[in-house]
């Protein structure tokens, strides 16, 4: 009998638009280690509609993934876009335990889930007793659709990998946020960096992909806010090679470098972006203030945490806390990780941003 059994790694794999992006972590004792990641493209139409397009082709991407990383483990958590799963919570009797809910949760969720139930994956979580009733107990409904999942297990499959956990976006956010906390500037208006403030506010998360940002609003380390916006760093991308003339791939560079292309880049094309980046989560917050429920002026955000490729581009950290008065940092959950001998850390450094949904997911493993 082993008295001290080692939980087994789970890798944590991000299939988004633009990438695929994979990470191994392990813990000894309080601290992790990195112990291997990759970042691999995705070329044209692999996704549609936020699933692979084809499960066995986006199985050979995550299998050069797995190879270029050097990984040896197997079992693997994927996590569905938060815009593609529903949640809502929903009274039950406060007798009721686990068994009597599963029983009577496919005809609750018919009132709530405006899709055929046999279309859908269900699951649930007990939040505790309901401030309504003390005979109630509210219970947090989840649905996604099945091919949500379906197609991301069955890539995870083609790639010669096992699918132990399907997990949501925002969640997999969260995680990763809790190694991100105490590390945030403390509250202090002006963008500025305050180490001596309590941070009573909230933070903002924001996740800049290719053609999507979605922006999360968090209350300690709990998403109580969501809200995707449909435009990404992909305009950026389009707008350097249509100006300059260059390949998608040079444009990519060109938007992650300080090198400029041209004498007129910074000027005319990357600070206009990252002047339109800042308004765009401007008004995403806009929004969060004005709906009904965070309309009261209690609330403040006090902390800009950006995340995603986007927040690979040089200096737009500087240019959001300076247009939003808000600090803002780049996050790296790894800062204060070591990492394995094989691990390139300077390349952990510049991809750590488009690594937090990954290192989310492998957390995972030590649950």
Not at 198 to 204: K, N, Q, S
Request: aromatic letters at 6%; glycine letters at 8%.
């Amino acid at each position: 009998m082993a008295l001290f059994k080692r939980k087994e790694s789970i890798l944590g794999i991000d299939i988004s638009p633009s990438a695929i992006k994979l990470i191994e972590l392990s813990r000894s004792g309080p601290r992790f280690r990195v112990e291997a990641f990759a970042v691999e493209p995705l070329g044209e139409g692999m996704m549609e509609d936020r699933n692979p397009a084809d499960p066995d082709a986006m199985g050979e991407v995550i299998k050069r993934a797995c190879r270029k990383s050097g990984t040896r483990v197997r079992r693997a958590a994927v996590a569905v876009p938060t815009s593609s799963v529903i949640t809502r919570t929903i009274p039950m009797p406060a007798e009721f335990k686990e068994s009597d809910i599963e029983v009577n949760l496919s005809i609750e969720a018919a009132q709530y889930i405006p899709y055929p139930i046999e279309e859908i994956y269900l699951d649930f979580e007990m939040k505790g007793p309901s401030q309504a009733s003390s005979e109630m107990q509210d219970v947090m409904l989840v649905a996604t659709r099945k091919e949500n999942v379906d197609t991301r297990e069955a890539a995870l499959k083609n790639a010669g990998l096992v699918p132990v956990i399907v997990d949501i976006e925002a969640y997999a956010l969260e995680n990763s946020f809790r190694l991100l906390m105490e590390s945030l500037p403390k509250a202090g208006g002006g963008g500025s960096l305050s180490l001596d403030k309590p941070r009573d506010g909230l933070t903002a998360l924001v996740d800049i992909g290719a053609t999507i940002t979605n922006l999360y609003i968090l209350q300690q380390d709990r998403v109580i806010f969501t809200r995707e916006q449909g435009f990404g760093c992909d305009q950026l991308t389009l707008r350097i090679a249509e100006t300059y003339g260059l390949s998608r791939e040079q444009a990519e560079q060109a938007k992650r470098s300080a090198d400029s292309v041209a004498e007129d880049f910074a000027t005319a094309v990357l600070e206009p972006f990252k002047h339109m980046l800042a308004e765009q989560i401007g008004h995403g917050l806009q929004f969060f203030f004005s709906s009904d429920q965070y309309a009261s002026g209690r609330y403040n955000v006090d902390t800009i945490t950006l995340v995603g490729g986007g927040a690979m581009i040089v200096g737009l950290d500087r240019v959001v806390a300076d247009v939003l008065g808000i600090a803002t940092v780049v996050a790296n959950p790894f800062k204060n990780m070591g990492s394995a001998a094989k691990v390139n850390s300077s390349a952990l450094l510049r991809d750590a941003p488009m690594l937090v949904v990954a290192g989310g997911l492998a957390l995972r493993s030590f649950d």
